[in-house]
Structure formats: C-alpha cells, structure tokens
C-alpha cells in the first residue's frame, strides 16, 4: 500500500515543474518507451534472425544518414517557426512506418529501409523536443529541467526495454515494434488533447528568450572543442547501444560468449543503473560548471572503455569486469544526457537555436556512422577489443585537452 505522505511529497515535487514541462516529459517518457526496446534489441533480434554484425551496422549508419537529413530540415524550421506539434505530429508517423517495415522485415534490404524510417523520424523528434525544454522550463533551471526529462526517458527506456524483452521472449521476436506503435499513439493523443496549451504558451516564452538573449549573435568560441567533445561521447552511446550486446554475445579474446538470456539481463542492469543514477547525479551535475558534466562523462566512458578491453582478456572474471564497466557507463551517461542539451543551447546564437539542437542530434546520429566500421571490425577480428581500447585513449586524450584548456567558459 502507498504511504500518503509519500505520496503527497511525490505530487509536491512533480507540481514545481510548469505544466508545459510535465507535457513534455510525459511525451519524452513514451517515446522512449516505445524506442527503449528498439533501440537496445534491435541488434540482437535481426543477429537472431541471421544478418551479419556488418550488415546491422549498415542498418545503423543508414539510419543515421536519413536523421541527418531530417535534422537539417527540422532545425531550420525551428529557426524560423516554433510549431513543434507539426514535427511532432510528422515523425509519429514516421515512426510508425517505421515499425510496421521492421515488423514484417527479415530480409537485409527490408531491414536497412525500416531502419531508414527511423533515422528520419528521430532526425525531426529529437530537435524538436530538446529546443522546447528551455523555452518552457521558467522559471526553473534549464539544467535541472532536463535533468526532469532524461530520468523521464531513462525510466522509460528501462521500461520498454524490460517489456520487450520479456514479451519478445514470451509471445513474439519482433513484440518491441508493437509496443513502439502503442507509444506513438499515446504520445499522438498527448498531442491533440493538449496542441493549444503547448503551442501558445511555447511561442510566447520563446519570444522572451530571444529577446534576453539578443546580444549573442555568434557561436561561442570554444564551440570547436565543444562539439567533438559531444560527438566522441555520443559515439561511445551508440556503441554501448549497438556494439556492447554483440560483444556479449560474441565473447573475447578469452572471455566466453554468453547467451542472449544473459546480455538482456546485462542490458536491463544497465537501465537499472540509468534509471536510478539519472536524477541525483543529473541534478548534482545542474549545480557544477557547465562544462564539468562533459569532463566528467568524457572520464567515465573512457574507464569504462578500458575495462571492456580488459575483460577481453579475461576467462570467467571478464563478465564480472563487464559489470562493472556498464556501473561506469551508466554514470557516464547519467553525467552527459542533461548537460549537454544545456551546453549546446547556451553556445548556440540566439537566431540559431533551433539548427544548434539538430546539430546536437546530428552528434547522437554520427556515433550510429560508427556502426559499420564497428560491426565490420568485430565481424573481421571476432570481438571488439579493438575498438574499446581506441574509445578509451580517445576519450581519455579528449578529457587531457577540455582540462587543459581551463579558461574555456560557456555563460
């Protein structure tokens, strides 16, 4: 039985955030929901029905290059109009058509086309969703709000993925697409019932945001060092996503392989880390320098990276090290997602933050280009060894420069 007191004090700190926010993050909680699973079992459903790891890589750098052109088109749409009912409304559908080809997909090409679908919806859904965030969070803390949103989505990804899996083992293979179009009709029904609130009230704090922020009219000059940063960093969530489970199932150069049973279990232990670890960390993050949650991300994957590359080497105690680098990742993770929305929108020019998300997305999207040359390397050598030791030097050179480089500051 729920405690009223603790449920009153539930209510009490979901009523801080603006009404618009919690619309917000209620569609953030179900499009996640319904990507958790995609997103997470995709690799490991079509390696089950025989396609290569190069050829799910493929499907991956595919969809990647259909975001991008997506993002493009979206980001100037937000520079110009701030309608995101509109792209909402476009990558729902998207997005179910994209679900409904994977249903029914066993073939390589039919596979890279519905992963095409969903490269082009997440392209238009991720701009559009980020740039709300600040232009309706008033007047709490941009930082601390998407804090709000990523726990929202870590609790739903943890929630998709765990349903997926188990109705995916249970009932059918392919059940994560059917829940993914489930999640999209909720989130087309948050949208109708609430289109005027959201549009009306997003329009009239956007003009306010854009008048206080008038005098930036230009990138902010550490953008060059920021930017590869993200995109190194988003790589490294791309491989946690597509290549981690592989490599489970795959095994090391010592490290037994272990069964699809096991690499779900590991995935949703991750998840459970996620969906804990997001909010006090998000929130611990919002009251550092803007910059110490990508330094501190920068450092965990790059650990966690090392440790993948050891446990390579190691018979039974490589799982356990396993676990313990997905402890690294999670943090990781939990550092990066809030901090760098926040980051970019403040480096972005005040007539540019629109194309400043989708270039933000554009980041998420260039770690799945990755995907070939990682599927094609744990195709070719028979574990991915190779390529946590580069994710590991490369983060860890990163995190030399952003230290060094100490005067860097984003207002």
Known sequence: ??????????????????????????????????????????????????????????????????????????????????????????????????????????????????????????????????????????????????????????????LGVITGSLLSLFLYIKFVYIIDLLCILKIITLIENNKNNLEIKLNSVNKLSLSKNSSQRKWNRNSYLIIPAIVLITTCLALIQVTLPLDFVEGGIYREPVGDNITGYLISYQLILLLILQWPIGNWISRKGRLFGLKFSLFGFGFSSLLLFSSSYLRLSGIFIMIIAIMFCSIAISSFLPSSTDIVFQIAPFNKKGSAFAILSQCFAMGYFVQIIAGGLLDYFGNASNIWVGISISCFLMLAILIKKEIIEVA
Do not use: H
Not at 4 to 25: C, R, Y
Not at 81 to 95: C, E, P, T
Not at 116 to 135: D, K, L, Q, R, T
């Open 1 to 158: 039985m729920i405690n009223p007191d603790k449920l009153k004090k539930i209510e009490a700190w979901w009523g801080q955030f603006p009404s618009q926010l919690q619309l917000v993050t209620k569609i953030r909680f179900f499009a996640s929901f319904g990507a958790g699973g995609v997103i997470y079992l995709t690799s490991l459903i079509f390696n089950n029905i025989g396609l290569s790891a190069t050829e799910i890589g493929m499907g991956f750098s595919i969809s990647a290059v259909f975001g991008t052109l997506t993002r493009i088109i979206a980001g100037n749409y937000l520079n110009k109009k701030v309608n995101i009912k509109f792209l909402l409304r476009l990558s729902s559908l998207l997005g179910i058509i994209a679900s409904f080809i994977l249903i029914f997909s066993y073939e390589k090409i039919n596979y890279i086309i519905g992963q095409s679908f969903i490269g082009a919806a997440a392209g238009i859904y991720w701009p559009s969703v980020e740039f709300a965030v600040p232009n309706i969070c008033q007047p709490i803390n941009s930082r601390k709000a998407y804090a709000l949103v990523r726990t929202s989505e870590a609790t739903g990804v943890f």
